[in-house]
């Protein structure tokens, strides 16, 4: 139960005790049930701000299914100690409620709950070192999840993920980013890579890591991965890499402190 649908029970209660009294005992019991329906009017409207104030407080904790998975297949969160899995599990939870989820290409246009859980959790490592208050990455809050590899205006081609910068979005093949989760070690993390400059343009004022675009840097990053760059490029389905995404995946991923 969410919190605005706590609030509402008891003033929908008082709505019909004086529905009740007004009509078994004294039709003056009405005037009373004025200012209920207009609370519960107020609250029906205002329902998502406030359970979104409650929930930054008061974040719940994820079921335990989804917590399972993250301990399965998620390494960043395999390394927290207990505290950090709690802070990172509602971190998680914030992130999905946060995000405008829209789904592209499935049956009826709705979202699969198992696509949303690895992309939040990216999400929410990239940005987990952010203090609690500042942490969601308000200019990119919508997120487009294709079954498949995608063709954009920009890139009239197959590819699993893309950074639309005006219109605030990230878009991922649901493809890719499940066979990441379940095999992380094996396959490249679009969500990591493209929230990895979502990062740098949503907090400009960071500085981004200063790692040379060159065959050296590379074969540094394959070394620590086993992944090349042609398979990277090739996950991602666009050449001209950012280098430094590409090294952010692997910090997350294989739980590196990268010295290129």
């Not at 990455?137 to 294709?146: D, G, I, P, S, T």
């Not at 343009?201 to 960071?206: D, G, K, R």
């Amino acid at each position: 139960m969410t919190f605005a649908q706590r609030l509402t029970l008891p003033i929908a209660f008082l709505a019909m005790l004086f529905l009740y009294l007004a009509w078994e005992v004294n039709p003056g019991y009405a005037k009373w049930l004025v200012p209920c329906l207009v609370l519960l009017v107020v609250l029906f409207f205002s329902a998502p701000q406030l359970n979104w104030w409650w929930w930054q407080r008061n974040p719940p904790d994820l079921q335990p299914n989804i917590a399972a998975a993250l301990q399965k297949y998620f390494p960043f969160y395999q390394k927290l100690d207990d505290v950090g899995k709690r802070k990172f599990r509602a971190r998680v939870f914030l992130v999905v409620e946060g995000t405008e989820w829209i789904a592209k290409d499935f049956p009826d246009d709705e979202m699969p709950p198992d696509v949303q859980l690895p992309i939040a959790a990216a999400a929410a490592a990239v940005t987990f070192h952010r203090p609690d208050n500042d942490f969601l990455l308000k200019k990119f809050e919508k997120v487009v999840v294709y079954p498949r590899p995608f063709m954009s205006p920009d890139y009239p081609f197959p590819h699993d993920s893309e950074l639309f910068e005006p219109d605030g979005c990230l878009i991922f093949s649901a493809e890719q980013i499940m066979s990441s989760f379940v095999q992380p070690l094996e396959n490249y993390n679009p969500a990591f890579h493209e929230f990895a400059k979502a990062t740098f343009l949503n907090w400009p004022e960071m500085e981004k890591p200063n790692l040379p675009d060159t065959p050296e840097t590379w074969e540094k990053l394959e070394k620590i991965s086993g992944l090349s760059r042609e398979k990277v490029e090739k996950t991602i389905g666009l050449a001209d890499l950012d280098v430094w995404a590409v090294a952010l995946h692997h910090y997350f991923v294989f739980g590196q402190k990268l010295e290129v």
